[in-house]
């Protein structure tokens, strides 16, 4: 029976899994939080599609999200280095040497879709709406070895004597961060997709871009301002059960 003769409304139910390249985005003038970079991830999660109208549903996800980024280069240390005075809030001791920071969250998308050409072998759809994130861990991950310096050029370095610059150390890390942030985060998410119809069911190609719009840290004095981005690809399949 034709859609507008009936009260039936299409429903799929679909897995994904695609790459990830999140990002933490900070301001420009916190030493702490500025100059990160995307980091490459996997993710990958389910949703229901829920047919609204002809062309426009609601799909609502359950999705793995990582989120975080790197940051590689002359950077402020921000734990205490034993031999050395602790500085005033703001104020840190800097060396070269490689951090990643990887947040995992369980993210949970509402959006709307419009299609076109839903009926069609080949079509397309637009989407776009809220999600809200449940942070599950959060680890820094540090390498590398570095003298320290006062200044974020690395043309000041730490003296422990007239001509003796303070001993290189070693920064090979994992730190579990988790209690210094917050546990949820909200934000919107959108993007667009290519769908391939077979019979009932379809394959798709998914394009999508999210920005939280939560402050991550609990401590914004001592640790900044950060909120999550990413860009991700996405390869999936959905089953039509209506």
């Known amino acids: 029976m034709a859609f507008g003769q009936s009260n039936e409304r299409e429903v799929h139910v679909g897995v ?13 003038d916190q030493e702490i939080t500025k100059n990160y970079k ?7 999660g389910a949703f229901v599609d829920v047919q609204l109208h002809k062309n426009t549903s609601l799909q609502i996800e359950v999705d793995y999200a990582p989120q975080g980024g790197k940051r590689n280069g002359i950077q402020p240390v921000t734990q205490p ?24 969250y369980i993210e949970l998308p509402v959006m709307l ?49 007239p001509s003796t610059p303070f001993p290189t150390i070693p920064f090979d890390a ?30 798709f190609i998914d394009g999508r871009a999210s920005y939280g719009l939560t402050t991550l840290q609990k401590d914004t004095l001592n640790d900044g301002k950060s909120r999550t981005g990413n860009l991700v690809m996405s390869f999936g399949y959905a089953f039509g059960v209506k």
């Open 81 to 104: 280095i034993p031999g050395l005075p602790v500085l005033p809030a703001g104020n840190y001791y800097f060396a070269n040497f490689n951090n990643t920071a990887k947040l995992d």
């Open 16 to 28: 994904k899994a695609g790459i990830s390249l999140p990002n933490l985005v900070g301001s420009s």
């Open 113 to 161: 879709k419009y299609r076109v050409r839903r009926d069609k072998p080949v079509g397309a759809y637009l989407n776009g709406g809220t999600y809200v994130g449940f942070l599950m861990k959060a680890t820094t991950v540090t390498s590398g070895s570095s003298s320290l310096f006062l200044d974020n050029r690395g043309s000041i370095p730490v003296m422990v004597g």
């Open 38 to 44: 995307s980091r490459l991830a996997a993710s990958f």
């Open 174 to 203: 994992k730190t579990d961060v988790t209690d210094s942030l917050n546990r949820v985060n909200f934000g919107i998410t959108g993007g667009g997709g290519i769908t391939f119809k077979h019979k009932d069911n379809y394959f």
